[in-house]
Nanobody
C-alpha cells in the first residue's frame, strides 16, 4: 500500500493550495487520515486529522484556514489550505493510521509561501 501526496508548490501569502493524498486499497475508509508538516529546523507537527467517523481536528494555527476532507470513492484525502501565510511553509506529509502499529506514510510535498 502506498500513499501518494501531491499539490505542493509556491504561492504568495494569502493564496490557496489543495494537497491530495491518494491511497490504494480502501485505506481511508478504515484509517484515520492525518496531515503533518515539518519546517526546516522544526519537529514534525500534526496539522489536521480526520477519523473514519468524520470527526476533524486542527492545530490552532490553521483553524479557520485549512480544511481536511476525504473522498472514499477515490480513496483520497485532501487538505485545502486558504489564506496561506509564510509560516505555513513546510514539507507536508500525509499518513493513514489504523492503530499505533499500523501507520502508513506518503512522501512529502513542499509548500512554500512567499511574503
Amino acid at each position: 500500500v502506498q500513499l501518494q501526496a501531491s499539490g505542493g508548490g509556491l504561492v504568495q501569502a494569502g493564496g490557496s493550495l489543495r494537497l491530495s493524498c491518494a491511497a490504494s486499497g480502501n485505506i481511508f475508509r478504515y484509517f484515520t487520515a492525518n496531515w503533518y508538516r515539518q519546517a526546516p529546523g522544526n519537529q514534525r507537527e500534526l496539522v489536521a486529522s480526520l477519523n473514519t467517523g468524520g470527526s476533524v481536528n486542527y492545530v490552532d494555527s490553521v483553524k479557520g484556514r485549512f480544511t481536511i476532507s476525504r473522498d472514499n470513492t477515490k480513496d483520497t484525502v485532501y487538505l485545502q489550505m486558504n489564506n496561506l501565510k509564510p509560516e505555513d511553509t513546510a514539507v507536508y506529509y500525509c499518513s493513514a493510521r489504523l492503530d499505533p502499529a499500523n501507520v502508513l506514510w506518503g512522501q512529502g510535498t513542499l509548500v512554500t509561501v512567499s511574503s
